[in-house]
């Protein structure tokens, strides 16, 4: 039996109220031209103080292959903000 593989997609956040919404429909678009895989789309949410949280929460909750990580601060040797 063939298996479709899997392809990851991680997106970084950090206030991204506005492009949330956006980069999710496009990449949708995207998987859905290429059937021959499953997608996964992982955003992570760097401490945002808009409501990319909330966006993303949104999103995850309607459609399975999106996880939404919500870090609590800025981490890494360069911060986004």
């Known amino acids: 039996m ?3 593989k899997l392809i990851s997609i ?3 956040c ?3 109220e506005l492009n949330v919404p956006v980069m999710y429909k496009e ?3 995207i998987a859905n031209k290429l059937p021959k895989y ?3 789309f992982i955003f992570v949410d760097n401490g945002s103080t808009d409501s990319t949280r909330d966006k993303m929460r949104e999103i995850a909750l309607k459609d399975k292959s999106v996880a939404a990580v919500f870090l609590s601060r800025n981490f890494g040797p360069e911060a986004s903000g």
Do not use: S, T
Request: hydrophobic share 25%; no cysteine; net charge positive.
């Open 27 to 29: 990449l949708k678009k």
């Open 2 to 4: 063939y298996q479709k």
């Open 14 to 16: 950090f206030n991204e």
């Open 10 to 12: 991680g997106i970084p």
């Open 38 to 40: 499953n997608f996964e």
